[in-house]
Each structure stands twice: as structure tokens, then as C-alpha cells.
Nanobody, 118 residues
């Protein structure tokens, strides 16, 4: 079992930056893919970014490419999401997730609110 705890959300003006953190505990492994999802009010949860593998391969949804950066510190069992040039459309609850395989998301954090004001 893996436990995930997010932190770092908050209120920021458009164009600003935030860094989210997700600390993992339990049966963690650097081989687990880890990622971020978000859910805005009235919308479905959507994929944002993921990192996986020994070399830290990454993948992003198109709308955040060039603005968001996902990274992983295996020594600290922590994954980060650096968010720059934030837009009001980025407002959502952001969830950290971890997979027991490359193709599934099996563990979820409780979420952290990100609000971007215009």
C-alpha cells in the first residue's frame, strides 16, 4: 500500500507560479510511475503530467507543456509539479497519483486546491 500526501496549493494571480509537492510513503518504489491530475468544478478529472522510469521520463497534457514541470526526488520519495505562467483555467483541485504498473493509477492523494485569479 502507498500513501500520498500533497501540499503547496493556494491562491495566485494569473502569470504567477506555484510548486506542488507529493510525499509518498509505504510500499514505494522509484520504478512506480507518479503523476498529477486535476479536477475543476463541474468537470471530470483530467491528466496533467507524469514521470516514470529510472531516467525520469516525463509526459504532459498539451495545455501545460512549456509551463509545468514534473520532477521526482527518489531519495525523498517525493514528486513535484512546478507550475509557471498560471492561468485562470488552471484552477482546480490537483491530485497526486502513483501506479503499481506503467498503465494504471492505483493510489491517490487527498488533493490540494489551486486557484488562479484573473
Amino acid at each position: 500500500q502507498v500513501q500520498l500526501v500533497e501540499s503547496g496549493g493556494g491562491l495566485v494571480q494569473a502569470g504567477g507560479s506555484l510548486r506542488l509537492s507529493c510525499a509518498a510513503s509505504g510500499r514505494t518504489s522509484s520504478s512506480y510511475p507518479m503523476g498529477w491530475f486535476r479536477q475543476a468544478p463541474g468537470k471530470e478529472r483530467e491528466f496533467v503530467a507524469k514521470v516514470w522510469g529510472s531516467i525520469g521520463s516525463t509526459y504532459y497534457r498539451e495545455s501545460v507543456k512549456g509551463r509545468f514541470t514534473i520532477s521526482r526526488d527518489n531519495a525523498k520519495n517525493t514528486v513535484y509539479l512546478q507550475m509557471n505562467s498560471l492561468k485562470p483555467d488552471d484552477t482546480a483541485v490537483y491530485y497526486c497519483a502513483a501506479g503499481a504498473t506503467l498503465y494504471t493509477w492505483d493510489y491517490w492523494g487527498q488533493g490540494t486546491q489551486v486557484t488562479v485569479s484573473s
